[in-house]
Nanobody
Framework: QVQLVESGGGLVQAGGSLRLSCAASGDTICISAMGWYRQTPGKERELVAAITNGGNTNYRDSVKGRFTISSDISTNTLYLQMNSLKPEDAAVYYC???????????????????WGKGTLVTVSS
């Protein structure tokens, strides 16, 4: 299994920056992709950014040019650098890990999504 713990959320002024971190533990070798999602009350959870083990990234249109997703394999840590924050970026941000590895020892985890408990980002206008 995979455990995910987010950190780095907080209160920032519009235009400010935050760096979110997600520490992954457990069977991290089975992870094929990770991402950041966010959710506000009454709205669906939405993808913010994702990254594969191969380094390919994907961003929500509204954060392109402002957010950068990265990972440090050596520490099993996922990051989201958020710059030029806007009030509409305020949300609970969740770390996601997808187990898409076809390695034989990962078969039991294949196709599973793991989630952290979230970290709150508040942006003042």
């Amino acid at each position: 299994q995979v455990q995910l713990v987010e950190s780095g959320g907080g209160l920032v002024q519009a235009g400010g920056s935050l760096r979110l971190s997600c520490a992954a533990s457990g069977d991290t070798i089975c992870i094929s992709a990770m991402g950041w999602y966010r959710q506000t009350p009454g709205k669906e959870r939405e993808l913010v950014a994702a990254i594969t083990n191969g380094g390919n990234t994907n961003y929500r249109d509204s954060v392109k040019g402002r957010f950068t997703i990265s990972s440090d394999i050596s520490t099993n840590t996922l990051y989201l650098q958020m710059n030029s924050l806007k009030p509409e970026d305020a949300a609970v941000y969740y770390c996601n890990a997808h187990t898409g590895s076809t390695w034989s020892e990962c078969r039991v985890y294949y196709g599973v999504d793991y989630w952290g408990k979230g970290t709150l980002v508040t942006v003042s206008s």
